[in-house]
C-alpha cells in the first residue's frame, strides 16, 4: 500500500487561504494606490520634459493644477499640485557666480546633500536636483549665474535615477528657451 504524495498538513491547509487573500488585498489596494485620474503634463510651465521622467514624483489623485510664479529678481517657479498638495516644483533662479552648485543645493528644501556630477554641472538626490544651464547671460544679473532647481513635495516618492535624467533634461531645455539669454552685448549708444 502506498500512500497519498498529496497529504497536505493541517497548518499549511490552513495558512494557504490566507496567503491568498493577503496576496489579494496588496494586488488591489497597490492598483488603487496607484491610480490618477489626471493627465501627466509634458511640460513644466512651457518648458518640455517627457511626462514619464515626471510620472514618478507625482502622487495618485483626481485633479492636477499648475501654479507659474516669477516672485522676484528674475526666478521662476513652476508649481504642481494634485488634490491641491504640494508636489512638484520646478524653479529658474540666478544665483551668485561665486557659489558651487552644493552651497545653492543646500538652501534647497527637497534637495537634500545629492550627488554632484563629474563636471560640477548638476546635483541630484531621490527627491530633488540643481542644474547650471550653460552659458546664460544677462546684463539684468550681472555676476550671477543661472540654475535650475526640481524638488519633489510629494510624500513617498523617490527616485535618484529618474531625478537624475529629469534635472538633465529640464536643464538642457532651459538652455535652449528664452530663459536662458546668450547674448548679453549690450548696444552702443552712437
Known sequence: MSRSL???????AFLLPVLAIGMTISACSKTHEEK??????DSLCRVKVA???LSPFLPPGKNLSVKEEAPDGGTKTCELFVDGQPSVFA???WWREEDSIAEVASVQ????????SSDQKYLHSGTGA???????????HPQQKLYT???????GRDDKSTMKQLITDYTTAVEKSSACPHDAVVPSSR
Do not use: N, W
Not at 6 to 12: I, M, N, R
Not at 109 to 116: F, I, K, S
Not at 149 to 155: H, K, L, R, T, Y
Open 6 to 12: 498529496c497529504v497536505t498538513h493541517p497548518k499549511v
Open 36 to 41: 490618477r485620474e489626471y493627465a501627466l503634463p
Open 51 to 53: 511626462s514619464d521622467l
Open 91 to 93: 524653479t529658474q533662479i
Open 109 to 116: 528644501a527637497m534637495v537634500g546633500t545629492g550627488e554632484v
Open 130 to 140: 540643481v542644474g547650471r544651464p550653460a552659458g546664460c547671460v544677462d546684463s539684468d
Open 149 to 155: 532647481v526640481i524638488q519633489v513635495f510629494a510624500a
